[in-house]
């Protein structure tokens, strides 16, 4: 329950975190909400020699407008985000993610970045962020790189974030207005974290689906889009059986986990069943 | 290592020097001896240990003492105002919303957000509400019953 | 003065809880105090060869460290088990010695192998991180069933077959004979799942040992000290047992799990007297998971038999049990004596039999856990009657109507003797059956059922209707049974100069409301107020004697002792009193707290006898002065509770996600004294039942890892997943205890589990479901859809 002995340092700025990210090395660890790496450093499974705090970085956490893009900042927490009535007018299925994840206590510490650079396959987050075609900002001390989503996440708690490097922000273009999007998950029970998470956005025009961004988490080692289902429906009107044909092809291209809530077998139909419910939620 | 801390605690502030490692939950219990916040599990999952920390619950075994520096805490303890018990422990009390009291803390910490944010819940909403804590003991009927009972008592207070 | 006996009057105990102020045994901070963190095993099964504490001796603040070796040295007993069940050939049960650090050989994952004590609990979690041990991999069985298997693994080299005892009950011929001619025979087989209890409170020992007075005080979170401080004085350490205090402050809920004595708790006290310093431990979550005892875990094939009317002709059951690694206190009786005594339900079976196996495997120890025995059987029977009415094609509740149990009230009828060894006291099964089909408006629902079958909506119901025995028991009983205490009451009323009354209780409340409900009877007899009562239980040093609290025996049993003192109080007052009135006793009469002279206004008051009581200047000849009782209780009987449970459910037919829509229990529990605390009983248990029908069971891989241990990965019931509770009651009271009273602690548990489980095969009934293994998680609900839609459509 108590972590093993490490040095703490209290990063004032993003600028002071990169300088001390550079110092430390890689025996570091960034400290945001601390709802991933606390518990893992209590029981002992990372003990890292530094931790760097990054909590208290006010410059780090919003939400707002900028030009085409809404922008959110790495250290906003999960509640500030659920609550967000910008997002919720202009980004549905983002609001609903973040309402989604563990329980109050967790939302009101626990922080996109650090779920982002954690990369638990059971994570709310990134369904959303795929399907939202979001970016992902980096900066170290060389710099700073913007990453698209579907390259951001490489694995089982693997990302594309380099060792020195801060995930500072989030930027999701901003859809237009025939744009519809949700988020719907079905929860590993004990941990709640997901089984199947399936955001779904689909843009409309004249009662055809013209874009539709389809995406997963939970189902394989990696968030993933899922291109089978996107196309399926893509310039389609939307019917009940092609939106039923079109989720049938849910999970087909991916290596499926299986565990003792959830085996392959029945985490794909879960996949198919909630690719369902989203896009009926969206099309409704 | 020591690490610096100044917080303010029911009130009071207080001037402290940590270990890198401590937990907030061990600076409440065994420096300030503040016990009413307890320890039930080591996943952050039983919310046992939940205190309000800048106005929002927060589980306090999953911060660092240190990173809580420059916060303003509430715990069970700092609840009742002049001998007067909050509308929530009264709740609790009227309605036997809890039996062996291990849980009772982190509830009512939770339910005083959760009647923050909503002055006025439903049973679905509160229950929803608890996600975050465990009881073992009362099947949460009359923990929800409590909450609702003081959610009626906030609406006197506030509607006069 | 109207009676306080039934009011549902606010709880004494919650203001220090509301704010608080409780006093939990980690709470407790002694000056010196050390803290302890146990090394244990992280494998199931493997030989130890050699523990290396160099590294951990060196770590900055650790002061001492100990391991098997050092408590063989010291030849220190193993905690014991504390009833003895006998082979059915009469040879004694193996019983295996359960050392408080092992030396030779771990058993599960999380034996005990090394304690690191230490200046800081974070030094001590430094410390045990650095003990090194070299282990040599053992196979290891973990199910029941495959412990008897020929080429199993031994979990103790000298234990045959793992097998710890076989035993049987009931008329073996009979039953076979009865099952053999039957019309229609109901047959099941299914794993009652090994659950883990899970108190919110995790276990704490402080060991506190004072060299100038050589006396030990242990703190525990024990549901019954004294029978700790009995066994950790007399079996375990060898302690002279008046130099030994055993203290267990506010426990943060138990459900059976803070019965046993643990081995932490006598490892505390040892290494306190080694270091003589206090030495505080405190399990992690994850030590809870391992180490607590687990409860259930048995593997049956139950079989039951109908005459064509749908009358029940026998019940023939095989059970293998679960006991773990070690024999925890009172496993050997949870399968046995809590188990196969209950099996005739409230139905008129007329022969029943048993055969039981217990069994050793590579697991944590297996315990009572909330109901321990009774909710097996219950679930047993009533799988077994749904299942069979379903079969039939006969109403479920018709089918129990049919077989119930005529009432008798224990008093002008005779209790109902059991094929199963027991007499149950008194009962009256109908009612409580109709009023749960009331309320839960039975007829409507089967209509709403049927009209959501057309729209693909799954609609389930389900019942349980059950009996319990609480109120352990008597000692004669039970001695001739194998327990190896007695398991009677004492409680002690000390009426102070001023009339305020003190009362020292042998039971324990770890969120049962004893300072309350306990407090109502004493002011109640005695005509004073309830402030002016104080319970006292919880410390060895205070309170006489106690044999603890659970199996739902704290009222029935506890609550009997303090009447029996409260009897005494009142007949030593009325000698007092008539001497002051200066007439016969006869002639007076108690109530409202005064003694009155019948049939004048002449009387004296409680506080005013007391008083005489303690400054006998003017007092009757020949009586003692003081009025200070103690009383031992030790009951005729045990307690029969009784009730109706009835379950909704809608089961998701695409996730097979289990909804529990309403849940409507009608219980009866005797006499009830606080209705608030009755109540709040019954949901507590009603949901831990749930849990176990749709979300916890342990799980072990088949190396022995507990893959489930920890509240990530083992399901517990929160509050979005319950439905409010419709409660009602029947009133049966109890005819051979003095309050009337039954029992509630685990009627709910108990009774939860079928109903729950039958609602959800009464929903998947279009695909011709009959059983589901527990918990009913949405993989296995939506399975098994997907096999009965498969085999229909072949
Ligand atoms: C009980 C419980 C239930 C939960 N349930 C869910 C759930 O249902 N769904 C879900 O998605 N999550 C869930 N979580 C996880 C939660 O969302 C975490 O908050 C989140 O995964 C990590 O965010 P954090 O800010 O707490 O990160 P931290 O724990 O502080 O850090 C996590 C990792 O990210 C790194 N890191 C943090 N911030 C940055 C940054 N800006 N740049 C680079 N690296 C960084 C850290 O070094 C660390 O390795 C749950 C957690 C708990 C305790
Ligand atoms: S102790 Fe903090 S959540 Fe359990
Ligand atoms: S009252 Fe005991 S855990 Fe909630």
Redesign the interface.
Known sequence: MIPSEFEYCRAGSVEEALDLLAQKGPDAKILAGGHSLLPAMKLRLNSPGAVIDISGIGELSYIKEEGSHLVIGACTTHGDIAKSTLLSEKIPMIVEAAAEIGDVQVRNKGTIGGSLAHADPAADWPASLLAGEAEIVLASSSGERTVAAVDFFQGLFTTDLGENELITEIRLPIPDAYTKSTYVKFEQPASRFAIVGCAASITRSNGSCDKVRVAFTGVSSTPFRDQAVEQALEGQAPSDDNIEAAAEKAAMSVEVMGDHFASQEYRKHLAKVYARRALQAVLS | ?G?PISVTVNGQHRESEV???T?LV?FI??EL????????????????C?IIMDG????S????A??A??SDIT???G??QNGE?HPL?EG???E?G????????GM?M?AV??LEDNPQPS??E???????????????????KAIYHASRKYKEVSHG | MASIIGKSVKRVEDKRFLTGKGNFTDDIVLPGMTYASIVRSHHAHAKINSVDISQATAVDGVVAVFTGTDIANAEIGGVPCGWQVDFKNGDTMKEPPHPLLVADKVRFVGDAVAVVIAETAAAAQDGAELVSVDYEMLEAVVQGPDALAADAPLVHDDVPHNTCYDWELGDKTATDEAIENAEHVTKLEFVNQRLIPNAIEPRAAIGHYEEASEKYTLYTTSQNPHLIRLLLSAFVLGLPEHKVRVISPDVGGGFGSKIPHYIEEALMVWCSGQIKRPVKWTAERNESFMTDTHGRDHVTKAEMGFDADGKIEGLRVKTVANLGAYLSTFSTCVPTYLHGTLLQGLYTTPAIHIDLTAVFTNTTPVDALRGAGRPEATYLLERLLDNAAREMNVDPAELRFKNFIPPFDGVDQPGYQTQVALQYDSGNYQPVLEKALDMVDYQEFRTRQAEAREEGRLLGIGFSTYIEACGIAPSAVVGSLGARAGLYESAQVRVQPTGKVSVYVGSHSHGQGHETTFAQVVADKLGIAMEDVEIVHGDSESVAFGMGTYGSRSLAVGGSAIMKSIDKVLEKGAKIAAHKLEVAETDLEFANGQWTVKGSDQSIGFGDVALTAYVPHDYPEGLEPGMDFSSFYDPANFTYPFGAHIAVVEVDPETGKVKLERFVACDDVGNVINPMIVDGQLHGGIAHGIGQALYEGAIYDESGQLVSASFMDYTMPRADDLPMFELDRTVTPCPHNPLGVKGAGEAGTIAATPAVVNAVIDALSPFGVSDITMPLTPERVWKAMQTQTKEAAI
């Open positions: 290592m690490v270990d890198s490692r937990l061990q219990r065994e001896r503040l016990t009413g916040t307890h320890v039930g599990c080591d996943t952050s999952s039983c919310g046992a939940t929002k619950a927060v589980k075994c999953t911060v660092l240190a990173s520096n420059g715990t069970i303890e609840l009742a018990l422990q609790f009390k009227e036997h809890l039996q062996c009291g291990f849980c009772t803390p009512i939770t957000q959760l049973e679905a509160i229950r929803h509400g608890l996600e975050g804590n465990y009881c073992r003991c009362t099947g949460y009927h009359n923990i929800v």
